[in-house]
T-cell receptor, first 114, second 112 residues
Framework: NAGVTQTPKFQVLKTGQSMTLQCAQDMNHNSMYWYRQDPGMGLRLIYY???????DKGEVPNGYNVSRLNKREFSLRLESAAPSQTSVYFCASSRDRGPDEKLFFGSGTQLSVL | DQQVKQNSPSLSVQEGRISILNCDYTNSMFDYFLWYKKYPAEGPTFLIS?????DKNEDGRFTVFLNKSAKHLSLHIVPSQPGDSAVYFC???????????FGAGTTVTVRA
């Protein structure tokens, strides 16, 4: 039972490089999310997809794009990485979008931008 | 501006004693509150939640208390066990816009 799988686990980029973080869930969840975790800031929502075919901005969307490829997969792209994007990124999913829905998280991607 | 605040970055407690984690929020529209637990190199996992219509919810060793007038909630772990050593995140949302706001987390260390 994999749950939410994120790749890669670690990545080092140079400023200006691009990359895509991949996320897949096998729980048949409708909603998927990308968060970033920074020291002293908690988890902040970057983008979410309430259902297949829809995506919306969260709190901190600047510098990112997302694609909901199908019901299982939700990718996060950094087009031109900046040092401010150094963070730990978590993908999550939930059955549906709602305040009482439990989120299921992947194990995270530690990204460093030099 | 953070709407959910966990003012204690860390907490150290002896095994068998009570751990009390505190969380304050500023948005009076929040009506659902959750706690997530995170081990190193893993993603957060859901621990316990409470709706604003309740003031207490209990699940085994974990109890969450909500004081709406004070905009304050707390998580009690009794008795604390070494496996409880983790980072605990408080989170809140509303039925209005579903956006989940997280606190910065409290690192709990349970000493043997």
């Amino acid at each position: 039972n994999a749950g939410v799988t994120q790749t890669p686990k670690f990545q080092v980029l140079k400023t200006g490089q691009s990359m895509t973080l991949q996320c897949a869930q096998d729980m048949n969840h409708n909603s998927m999310y990308w968060y970033r975790q920074d020291p002293g800031m908690g988890l902040r929502l970057i983008y979410y997809s309430a259902s297949e075919g829809t995506t919306d901005k969260g709190e901190v969307p600047n510098g990112y794009n997302v694609s909901r490829l199908n019901k299982r997969e939700f990718s996060l792209r950094l087009e031109s990485a900046a040092p401010s994007q150094t963070s730990v990124y978590f993908c999550a999913s939930s059955r549906d979008r709602g305040p009482d829905e439990k989120l299921f998280f992947g194990s995270g991607t530690q990204l460093s931008v030099l | 501006d953070q709407q959910v605040k966990q003012n204690s970055p860390s907490l150290s407690v002896q095994e068998g004693r009570i751990s009390i984690l505190n969380c304050d929020y500023t948005n009076s529209m929040f009506d659902y509150f959750l706690w997530y637990k995170k081990y190193p190199a893993e993603g957060p996992t859901f621990l316990i939640s409470i709706s604003s219509i309740k003031d207490k919810n209990e699940d085994g060793r974990f109890t969450v208390f909500l004081n709406k007038s004070a905009k304050h909630l707390s998580l009690h772990i009794v008795p604390s066990q070494p496996g409880d050593s983790a980072v605990y995140f408080c989170a809140a949302s509303s039925y209005n816009d579903y956006k989940l706001s997280f606190g910065a987390g409290t690192t709990v260390t349970v000493r043997a």
